[in-house]
């Protein structure tokens, strides 16, 4: 079984190299621009996938609401842009403000909706937990269509086109780079948070083992309650980005960001914060290259192969751990 | 006593069971089916104002042979499997015909119940030729071109006025957009000269459509053809303007009304897009435009005058034929003349209408203005 894995894998390697090196040596620029678009997307996927692994990693719960708290971050900047616009401010004050609301906004609803839906099943089987997620999902996407809008509403993009960046907006526009650039900084930060903060620290041990954590004087409820905000506020910020470049937003649009995003932090390794990052980018990549070289039409189909032939050969993830169950 | 009880039961069930149908009504039931709700709802809410201004006229006027039209609503969302369930109910409870629904995939899956069940069935919106031209369909009427017409219009619109030799067909895979783009295909394929340099489906509602924009860019087509609606097409649109693509933009009647212009803003100016026939010269087309901006502060809808016109022509068939019964009302409907808001119409012998057609229109300054 090893032999065979391993030979497998060295023969769809190899194909694909093949087929890369004689695509990127035909038309090098068509190649590097899929890459920056499949780069681009993957980032998005990495904010979103954030939240998934890093709620995990601690209470073992796949978050099935964590798609709709993006969408509200993107529908809380779009309403507080639009009311800002209205009164006449500066662009630059309406953009920090747009991110500012729609992170707290995001951050208030992860908070709640782990204190309504999940704290109370805390100690229920993992299965009642999974379908009071859902449930929430539902309810959210729900309440924001009646709230707002079931139509699409135009998201004019926050972030202008760079004079500077004219000559490359062909390739990649401002809304890209910025959106690669951001999500560079906001892992980054996210790292040090987890390395060298006290609740980065309390973070790792209450995943370790909650039990011993608690034993050890960390309140738990804290962390995790700590947790459910920072992976809000970072699929907040990809709400606000996204919509930013894709220019339009409605109630759905959590579902299947929500659900790709999920994809690739399985893909990853779930629980894992480098392997969600990692697991979004290849396929955010690879969905694009999909794209560029084959048919759109299978995309989806192409992402939840991947998905399949990772897991058959890796079941934990590409950077999964592999430590049995706890007793 | 505890045996009683359960018969009473059972007996009080079985009642219930067959009272519902057995009701002999004073009013004719008339179903508006489609998306009501969903992104997609503002198709639906055009055709249902309508048919709702029909309805009160047609009562106002004495109702359908004697009785008033009872107006229920069913709500598919536009999505084929809800679809199904909606037909269900509509015809558990009675309805005896149906206007709708909004989307051929819709129809498509829905169109065994009501068959099953001699409806009538009749839709100012769903445009897919299978409906008609197959044959498979004997109850179902509609008051819009088929697609056919309008990709004879759209090709030969690409071709001799905006003049391209490359073409790139996108579609939403489903069955309005993807046979609209399918007959597109044979249409150009048939004239010849134009080129199609990229034939391909895009999933709704995808977080991005970078890869396919960049696809397009590297295919060096002059002209986008667009078979979907208008929320995905925005998105792409935008995108082409974002990625400075220049391409020239065109769609049929998935992206023809005010929802296109109002999403995508700026940048959907110099869009094209094929929509009925203007005839805002007819009185009773100005007439109710005029109660439509009084009772809504807006104007009509993308399907409103359609829809109107199917409740008219029920109306019309049921007092030609004399009874609501299917196989009268059908063959009436092959002979009726409606005077509709879109001047006469009628229906040929597949049940498409006739004396309605499409034309091409351009965005320009926010709004769909016709083209020369």
């Not at chain 1, 391993?6 to 890459?35: K, N, Q, S």
């Not at chain 1, 920072?230 to 109630?251: D, E, P, R």
């Not at chain 2, 059972?10 to 009272?19: D, R, T």
Request: proline share 3%.
């Amino acid at each position: 079984m090893r032999w065979i894995s391993i030979l497998l894998g060295l023969a769809v390697t190899g194909i694909i190299g093949f087929f890369a090196v004689r695509e990127l040596l035909m038309d090098p620029m068509y190649f590097f621009e899929l890459f920056l678009g499949g780069l681009t997307r993957g980032s998005i996927y990495a904010l979103i996938a954030l939240g998934y692994t890093m709620v995990y990693g601690i209470i073992q719960l796949i978050n099935f609401a964590h798609g709709e708290i993006y969408m509200i971050g993107a529908m809380t900047a779009l309403i507080v842009a639009t009311v800002l616009g209205m009164w006449g401010w500066n662009t630059a004050v309406i953009v920090i403000l747009a991110f500012v609301f729609a992170i707290v906004y995001s951050c208030a609803y992860g908070f709640t909706v782990e204190k309504i839906a999940y704290k109370p099943l805390r100690n229920a089987p993992r299965l009642s937990a999974l379908i009071s997620a859902i449930g929430m999902s539902l309810f959210l996407q729900n309440y924001v269509m009646l709230a707002q809008t079931p139509d699409f509403l135009p998201f004019h993009s926050l972030i202008p086109d760079f004079q500077f960046w004219e000559p490359f907006a062909h390739i990649i526009t401002s809304v890209e780079i910025t959106i690669i650039i951001t999500t560079v900084i906001v892992m980054i930060l996210l790292g040090l948070l987890i390395k060298f903060t006290r609740i980065g620290k309390a973070m790792r041990a209450t995943a370790q083992d909650k039990v011993m954590a608690a034993l050890l004087g960390i309140n738990v409820n804290n962390v995790i309650s700590a947790t459910f905000v920072v992976g809000s506020a970072t699929a907040a910020i990809g709400g606000v980005l996204i919509a930013c470049h894709v220019g339009q937003i409605n109630f759905y649009i959590g579902f299947l960001a929500g659900l790709k995003a999920f994809i690739a932090a399985v893909l990853g390794g779930i629980g894992s914060i480098p392997g969600a990052v990692l697991g979004s980018l290849v396929l955010g990549i690879s969905e694009s290259f999909f794209t560029g070289y084959f048919w759109s039409e299978y995309e989806d189909v192409f992402a939840f192969t991947i998905l399949v032939v990772i897991l058959i050969f890796r079941p934990s993830g590409i950077l999964g751990r592999h430590d049995a169950q706890k007793v | 006593m505890k045996t009683f009880f359960k018969c009473l039961t059972v007996g009080v069930l079985s009642m219930m069971l067959f009272a519902a149908p057995g009701f002999a009504s004073d009013t004719v039931k008339v179903a508006n089916a489609g998306a009501l709700s969903g992104d997609l709802a503002p198709y639906g809410i055009s055709a249902l104002r309508g048919v709702e201004m029909a309805v009160e006229d047609i009562n106002e006027q004495g109702g359908i042979l004697g009785k008033n039209v009872e107006l229920m609503l069913g709500d598919d969302v536009c999505k084929p499997e809800v679809a199904v369930n909606v037909a269900t109910k509509l015809v558990s409870d009675g309805v005896q015909m149906v206007v709708g629904h909004v989307r051929s995939g819709a129809i498509i899956s829905a169109k065994k119940i009501y068959k099953d069940a001699n409806i009538i069935l009749i839709s100012g919106s769903a445009t897919n030729d299978d409906l008609t031209l197959t044959g498979d369909h004997p109850n179902f009427f509609r008051t819009i071109s088929n697609d056919g017409a309008q990709a004879k219009l759209m090709t030969a619109f690409a071709k001799n006025d905006l003049k391209v030799k490359k073409v790139a067909l996108i579609h939403d895979k489903g069955d309005y957009g993807k046979g609209q783009m399918e007959l597109a295909k044979a249409e150009f394929e048939k004239m010849g000269d134009v080129e199609i340099v990229l034939f391909e489906g895009v999933t709704t509602g995808a977080v991005d459509y970078t890869a396919i924009v960049q696809k397009i860019k590297r295919s060096d087509a002059e002209l986008v053809m667009w078979g979907g609606y208008h929320s995905d097409a925005s998105k792409i649109i935008q995108l082409l303007k974002k990625k400075r693509v220049e391409t020239l933009f065109m769609g049929a009647d998935g992206i023809y009304g005010d929802n296109l212009p109002n999403l995508a803003g700026e940048f959907a100016e110099g869009v094209y897009a094929t929509g009925p026939n203007d005839t805002s010269s007819n009185p009773m087309h100005q007439a109710l435009t005029k109660e439509h901006q009084e009772k809504y502060g807006e104007d009509p809808g993308t399907f409103f005058f359609t829809g109107y016109t199917c409740m008219q022509s029920l109306a019309a068939a049921a007092e030609k034929a004399g009874s609501v019964e299917y196989d009268a009302m059908r063959a009436a409907m092959f002979e009726i003349t409606v005077d509709s808001p879109m001047g006469p119409i009628g229906f040929d012998e597949k049940g498409d209408i006739v004396g309605a057609g499409f034309s091409v229109y351009r965005v320009t300054d926010g709004k769909y203005q016709q083209v020369n």
